[in-house]
T-cell receptor, first 114, second 112 residues
Framework: KAGVTQTPRYLIKTRGQQVTLSCSPI?????VSWYQQTPGQGLQFLFE???????NKGNFPGRFSGRQFSNSRSEMNVSTLELGDSALYLC?????????????FGSGTQLSVL | DQQVKQNSPSLSVQEGRISILNCDYT??????FLWYKKYPAEGPTFLIS?????DKNEDGRFTVFLNKSAKHLSLHIVPSQPGDSAVYFC???????????FGKGTKLSVIP
């Protein structure tokens, strides 16, 4: 069974631009979560989707948004990029995203904002 | 306010000895705890978990202990191997939660 796939692996953008990251979950998984990891920080929760609905959102500005498609694939978008948005963005999937479910992570997209 | 804390940013252990990684939490609603291991340029991989109804869970060389009264959990790796060198994240979730709350991680170095 293929794992969680994130594209692209690396991305370089300049301040003010926008970016879209893509995530394909494990087949059969309907919940997709996004996390941001910056140096010295843990993984910060961005949002979680299930059946195309956002069920939970972390404490990030509105410049960060996401969506999920009917095939469970998900995208996240960051508009008006800032230097502080440079981070590893991780996507994770699980069967239903419920309590006591473990998450399976992709390798992440490393975003650098110049 | 950090709800999950890993107070040791790094830990060095000799090969063959025990590694003990610690984690504290403040939110009494957390009832499920997980440990993830992360290598550079890779996503975290699940290692072991424990429900709040238990105080110990074991899987091979890895054992997680939970002390609910102290809001503390620990991961024991015995014996430690060089391949265990990685960053270890503690995570927690609460009833009805759709997210995991992570600590900042502890970098474990196992010295041959």
């Amino acid at each position: 069974k293929a794992g969680v796939t994130q594209t692209p692996r690396y991305l370089i953008k300049t301040r003010g631009q926008q970016v879209t990251l893509s995530c394909s979950p494990i087949s059969g998984h309907r919940s997709v979560s996004w996390y941001q990891q910056t140096p010295g920080q843990g993984l910060q929760f961005l949002f979680e989707y299930f059946s195309e609905t956002q069920r939970n959102k972390g404490n990030f500005p509105g410049r960060f948004s996401g969506r999920q498609f009917s095939n469970s694939r998900s995208e996240m978008n960051v508009s008006t990029l800032e230097l502080g948005d440079s981070a590893l963005y991780l996507c994770a999937s699980s069967l239903a995203g419920g309590p006591n479910e473990k998450l399976f992570f992709g390798s992440g997209t490393q975003l650098s904002v110049l | 306010d950090q709800q999950v804390k890993q107070n040791s940013p790094s830990l060095s252990v000799q090969e063959g000895r025990i590694s003990i990684l610690n984690c504290d939490y403040t939110n009494s609603m957390f009832d499920y705890f997980l440990w993830y291991k992360k290598y550079p340029a890779e996503g975290p991989t699940f290692l072991i978990s424990i429900s709040s109804i238990k105080d110990k869970n074991e899987d091979g060389r890895f054992t997680v202990f939970l002390n609910k009264s102290a809001k503390h959990l620990s991961l024991h790796i015995v014996p430690s191997q060089p391949g265990d060198s990685a960053v270890y994240f503690c995570a927690a979730s609460g009833a009805g939660s759709y997210q995991l709350t992570f600590g900042k991680g502890t970098k474990l170095s196992v010295i041959p």
